[in-house]
């Protein structure tokens, strides 16, 4: 709703969009220490080539029960997915190192944190003039339990210099990084 919103006023595509914020995103890590990686420069290209490629060749639902499968599978099936590449350790997504970076430094799980970032995203669109819906609203609220609760089955080890996993303690109990809280709060 955000891209949509800010496309609108500037004339370009919502995935252009979405790929320009999240490289502003990325600047909101720099006070976190969180790692750019491979997998956060692809994420922040393929979201929004994947919403442009989306919005062309994807009709709208035909109904309303049909609304609301697709916007219960793709609010799980992202989750799901976003926990898949952050476990795999290659670089979170802009918005995905945000949430674990300020999870990190609030002591707090990852799901509640990314429910107040979508809310605060959800408001600035909204004000922008992007289109909400109950769509909206299922994913700021839906989005962060689905992470948290598939996060702790996908976590990748990763081995340091000296051959040991990076963090046992953090990976046995499902997070990215020792000081990272991911399960129920």
Known sequence: MLHAALADRAGLSVGTLSIAVSFVVLLLWIPLREQVGIGTIANAVWVGVSIDLGMLVLPAAPNLTAGILLAVTGVVINGV????????????G???????GLSRRLGRPVGPVRIVLEILVLGTGWLLGGPVGAGTFLYAVGLGPVIQLALPYVIMPVRGLRGSERSERGTAQGRTDPDVPAGPA
């Open 81 to 92: 997915s976003a926990a898949v590449y952050i476990g795999a350790q290659l670089g979170p």
């Open 94 to 100: 802009a918005r995905d190192g945000l949430m674990t």
